[in-house]
C-alpha cells in the first residue's frame, strides 16, 4: 500500500531544535518531490519545504529559510525536517507530502501523511 508514514515533532521551547521524519513506499519516493507542509489554526496549509527526487534541489518557505533543513535518506526511503530556531509562530500541524511539483500547492499533493503536531513555548 503506497503511503506516507510520519514521525518526531513534539513540545519545545522557543529556540530549540525538532526533526519531523517521514518514511514512504519506494514507488512513491522515487518517483515524487517530496516535502512538508503546515497547517496553523485559522489558517490555509502552506508549502514549507520541498525536495527533488533527485536531492540535488531544496525549496523552503521563506520563512523558514536558514532555520530549516530539508533532507533525503535514500537507503531507508525516509526524508526528513530538521528545525531549528524554533519560534511560536512554527507552532503547526505538519504534514509530510508528496507532490506533483516541488514548488506546487496542495492541488499537487499527491499524498499526504498522517499529521504530527509541532508545538513551540515562548
Known amino acids: 500500500q503506497e503511503q506516507l508514514v510520519e514521525s518526531g515533532g513534539g513540545s519545545v521551547q522557543a529556540g530549540g531544535s525538532l526533526r519531523l521524519s517521514c518514511a514512504a513506499s519506494?514507488?512513491?519516493?522515487?518517483?515524487?518531490?517530496m516535502g512538508w507542509f503546515r497547517q496553523i489554526p485559522g489558517k490555509e496549509r502552506e508549502r514549507v519545504a520541498t525536495i527533488h527526487p533527485s536531492g540535488s534541489t531544496t525549496f523552503y518557505t521563506k520563512s523558514v529559510e536558514g532555520r530549516f533543513t530539508i533532507s533525503r535518506d535514500n537507503a531507508e526511503n525516509t526524508f526528513h525536517l530538521h528545525m531549528d530556531a524554533l519560534t511560536p509562530e512554527d507552532t503547526a500541524m505538519y504534514y509530510c507530502v508528496a507532490i506533483r511539483y516541488c514548488v506546487g500547492g496542495i492541488g499537487d499533493v499527491r499524498y499526504w501523511g498522517q499529521g504530527t503536531q509541532v508545538t513551540v513555548s515562548s
Open positions: 519506494e514507488t512513491i519516493y522515487k518517483r515524487y518531490c
